[in-house]
């Protein structure tokens, strides 16, 4: 299974998926006006990944803004995500937000009421976040 990365755009999130690593991120703003497109291979490859017998999820998400598309194909991924968690694969969702960012923070916890999947809410400040800048340095 090959890695999986997208560079960030204006209106597009950076994604690094990685199989050997076993974790996965998607970091950045989310508004992009055709959400599928975006995100659909996305879901795919983790639907291929966890149907790997050595298959671990952990979804490390930090939007820095997220539109009510993504929202919706979020709750897909999650679902889908979901019914493996029924088959016994571990997956956990590391759900970052700016520490003054309350509408984030409840989004993320949204999700987990909507999912059986474990969410852990990460605050951050974003003036000190290196990570921010790129996934792939």
């Known amino acids: ?8 755009t204006e209106d597009t ?6 199989p050997g690593n076993k974790i996965q ?4 703003r989310s508004y992009t ?7 659909i291979p996305i879901i ?20 820095v803004y997220l539109n009510t598309s993504t929202v919706k194909i979020l709750i897909h991924l999650f ?8 088959k016994g694969l571990p997956v956990q969702i590391f759900w970052y937000y700016s520490f003054d960012d309350d509408d984030l923070l409840e989004t ?3 999700f987990s009421e909507v999912v059986n999947l474990t969410f852990y809410y990460i ?7 290196d990570e921010q800048k790129t996934l792939s340095q």
């Open 1 to 8: 299974m090959r890695v999986l990365y997208l560079p960030p």
């Open 13 to 18: 999130p950076e994604v690094l998926l990685e």
């Open 25 to 28: 991120k998607i970091v950045g």
């Open 33 to 39: 006006d055709n959400t599928e497109m975006f995100y």
């Open 44 to 63: 795919n490859w983790m639907v291929d990944y966890c149907a790997l017998p050595e298959a671990e999820v952990n979804l490390h998400l930090k939007f």
């Open 79 to 86: 679902t889908k995500l979901e019914a493996f968690v029924l």
């Open 108 to 110: 993320g916890k949204e």
């Open 123 to 129: 605050p951050y400040n974003p003036d000190d976040d």
